[in-house]
C-alpha cells in the first residue's frame, strides 16, 4: 500500500513559521489529491490545504495568506509552509493522499500518522 511520513512539526512561538513534510512511499502508480488536515483538542478534523494533481490550490478561510502547500511530483511529497502561525494553530497535522497502487487500482484515500504543531509563547 502507501506509507505516508510526516516531519517538521513541533513548538514555535506567535508569528514564527514551520514546515511540514508528508513523503509518500509504496508501491504508488499515481497520486491524485495530496493535503493536510488538522485536529485539535475537543473539535474536529479540518482541512487544511489541499493541492490536486494539476497543480491547483485550496485553502481553508483561516490560513488564506499565511500557509502555502506544494508538491514534488518527482518525490511524492507535499509540504505545507505555514508563516505568521498563531496560538490556534496548534493541532496535530496529517498529511492525506489520494493515490493508486500497483495492488489496489481504485483510487484510495491514505493517512499519515499525524504531527504536533503548537504555537505558544
Known amino acids: 500500500q502507501v506509507q505516508l511520513v510526516e516531519s517538521g512539526g513541533g513548538l514555535v512561538q506567535p508569528g514564527g513559521s514551520l514546515r511540514l513534510s508528508c513523503a509518500a512511499s509504496g508501491s504508488i502508480i499515481s497520486i491524485n489529491t495530496m493535503g493536510w488536515y488538522r485536529q485539535a483538542p475537543g473539535k474536529q478534523r479540518e482541512l487544511v490545504a489541499a493541492?490536486?494533481?494539476?497543480?491547483?490550490?485550496n485553502y481553508a478561510d483561516s490560513v488564506k495568506g499565511r500557509f502555502t502547500i506544494s508538491r514534488d511530483n518527482a518525490k511524492n511529497t507535499v509540504y505545507l509552509q505555514m508563516n505568521s502561525l498563531k496560538p490556534e494553530d496548534t493541532a496535530v497535522y496529517y498529511c492525506?493522499?489520494?493515490?493508486?497502487?500497483?495492488?489496489?487500482?481504485?483510487?484510495?484515500?491514505?493517512w499519515g500518522q499525524g504531527t504536533q504543531v503548537t504555537v505558544s509563547s
Open positions: 492525506n493522499v489520494e493515490a493508486r497502487t500497483r495492488t489496489n487500482l481504485r483510487l484510495t484515500t491514505y
Open positions: 493541492i490536486f494533481s494539476a497543480g491547483s490550490t
